[in-house]
């Protein structure tokens, strides 16, 4: 982008998103189909073309601008035809680019001469922290995340993450422009993974990790769904995308290496060109969005490669080895104010993740219970880093549910 200042530079829409890939195609549907007018650019202007014929509108409600420029970049505006002929909101943008600091920070610093002073920023990153990119620009207090989740149309909630200079006024916005959407702004502090996917990230290593260790596909996937997660977490990291998964599993080991051992099979997918679902080759293939069946053949060839000692389990073994690294992570979020109350972890899960249950994800450990958790976390602590608890938080279990051992060990360190 330039760095000339222009005014109304994509004149009928004040929603600026930024990056035509998976992600941000996604974010573009969820906001046509809440009827909000936008102007979607990319570098690339075929990927916009793509993102926009993918939309399949109808043209008689929506208007379709041609190309125009954004700076440096190709851009299209999706207006509704019955939308007011003065737009009075002041402009959103909302970036889903490359995870990389040093180019967010260049789109960033010409964005906010670009649209003007009005303008609150927004990245949709998984994985950097806010307060750090917000460094380059001028006016950090008009900088945030709003990160959506994957599948964006399935999941209503929307991590809203203030850095340190973030202002109430960007807040406050950025949770009205959430609810434009039908979503529910999940407001979370600034830390490694936000909170969503600091919790995930075990989850699908340890998924990967079993899978390595001769655990079956189809019992993995059996165990999640039991626990109350909509999808394998095998398949979820394809839905995900092998890339963007692995550098917010980077982060989360980089930011906490005595919890995790990476599996080495995030990585190989990489390497191997199986980015995902979007690809139609990662963990399984795909033909037209329907997964194969069992594992891809390239898939079980990897598992092989980086096969390690095998192990026997029960569905339920499976089951806590996935959930409670997931426990022990919201603790230790809580602990560190990454969330205020303990009702944020449940609605993360069920908004966030899609988790499913007649229990909630906190009464999911209280229905299993202390000792059965406890005697996991003693059983596997040793083979499983993630599933090592501090000694506070077990002993808070000694003595109280899971769900309050919780808030006492926040209480107690």
């Not at 095998?234 to 394809?238: F, N, S």
């Not at 692995?246 to 995790?260: C, D, I």
């Not at 959930?323 to 449940?346: C, F, K, T, Y």
């Not at 938080?393 to 006492?408: F, K, V, Y």
């Given at each position: 982008m330039d760095s000339s200042?222009?005014?109304?530079?994509?004149?009928?829409?004040?929603?600026?998103?930024?990056?035509?890939?998976?992600?941000?195609?996604?974010i573009l549907a969820a906001h046509v189909g809440a009827g909000v007018s936008v102007c979607m650019a990319d570098q690339q202007e075929a990927a916009v073309r793509d993102a926009v014929s993918e939309l399949r509108l109808d043209r008689k409600q929506w208007h379709v601008s041609e190309f125009l420029r954004l700076g440096e970049l190709a851009a299209i505006t999706i207006s509704r035809r019955d939308a007011p002929k003065a737009e009075t909101r002041p402009p959103v943008v909302i970036e889903s680019i490359t995870?990389?600091?040093?180019?967010?920070?260049?789109?960033?610093?010409?964005?906010?001469?670009?649209?003007g002073a009005d303008a609150i920023l927004c990245t949709n990153t998984s994985t950097l922290r806010v307060s750090r990119l917000a460094q380059c620009l001028s006016h950090p207090e008009r900088f945030c995340a709003m990160h959506f989740f994957m599948p964006v149309i399935g999941r209503r909630a929307v991590e809203l993450v203030p850095g340190d200079a973030t202002s109430v006024e960007t807040i406050?916005?950025?949770?009205?422009?959430?609810?434009?959407?039908?979503?529910?702004?999940?407001?979370?502090?600034?830390?490694?993974?936000?909170?969503?996917?600091?919790?995930?990230?075990?989850?699908?290593?340890e998924a990967m990790a079993m899978l390595c260790r001769g655990v079956a596909a189809e019992q993995i996937e059996r165990a999640a769904i039991g626990f109350g997660m909509p999808v394998s977490p095998?398949?979820?990291?394809?839905l995900i995308g092998a890339q963007?998964?692995?550098?917010?599993?980077?982060?989360?080991?980089?930011?906490?290496?005595?919890?995790?051992?990476?599996?080495?099979?995030?990585?190989?997918?990489?390497?191997?060109k199986r980015f995902g679902r979007a690809s139609g080759a990662g963990l399984y293939d795909y033909c037209e969005d329907i997964r194969s069946d069992d594992l891809a053949p390239r898939s079980v060839e990897l598992c092989d490669r980086y096969r390690r000692h095998e192990i026997s389990l029960r569905d339920n073994e499976v089951m806590l080895i996935l959930?409670?690294?997931?426990?022990?992570?919201?603790?230790?979020?809580?602990?560190?104010?990454?969330?205020?109350?303990?009702?944020?972890?449940?609605i993360a899960m069920r908004d966030g993740l899609g988790f499913e249950s007649a229990r909630s994800f906190l009464e999911?450990?209280?229905?299993?219970?202390?000792?059965?958790?406890?005697?996991?976390?003693?059983q596997w602590g040793d083979d499983v880093k993630s599933m090592r608890a501090p000694e506070a938080?077990?002993?808070?279990?000694?003595?109280?549910?899971?769900?309050?051992?919780?808030?006492?060990f926040t209480q107690s360190t």
């Open positions: 200042p222009v005014h109304d530079p994509a004149p009928g829409a004040t929603t600026y998103l930024i990056g035509a890939g998976v992600v941000g195609r996604a995870e990389r600091v040093e180019v967010k920070e260049a789109f960033f610093t010409d964005a906010e001469r670009l649209l406050e916005r950025s949770v009205d422009h959430i609810t434009r959407l039908g979503k529910e702004p999940l407001i979370v502090g600034d830390g490694p993974g936000f909170l969503v996917n600091r919790m995930l990230s075990p989850y699908l290593n095998l398949e979820l990291i394809d963007t998964a692995f550098l917010a599993g980077r982060v989360y080991w980089q930011s906490f290496p005595a919890r995790v051992d990476p599996s080495p099979l995030l990585p190989a997918l990489v390497k191997h959930s409670i690294p997931m426990w022990i992570e919201a603790a230790l979020a809580h602990r560190d104010g990454i969330v205020g109350h303990v009702d944020q972890i449940d999911f450990f209280d229905s299993v219970g202390s000792q059965a958790m406890l005697d996991a976390i003693v938080l077990q002993l808070a279990l000694r003595s109280a549910t899971p769900r309050e051992a919780l808030i006492q």
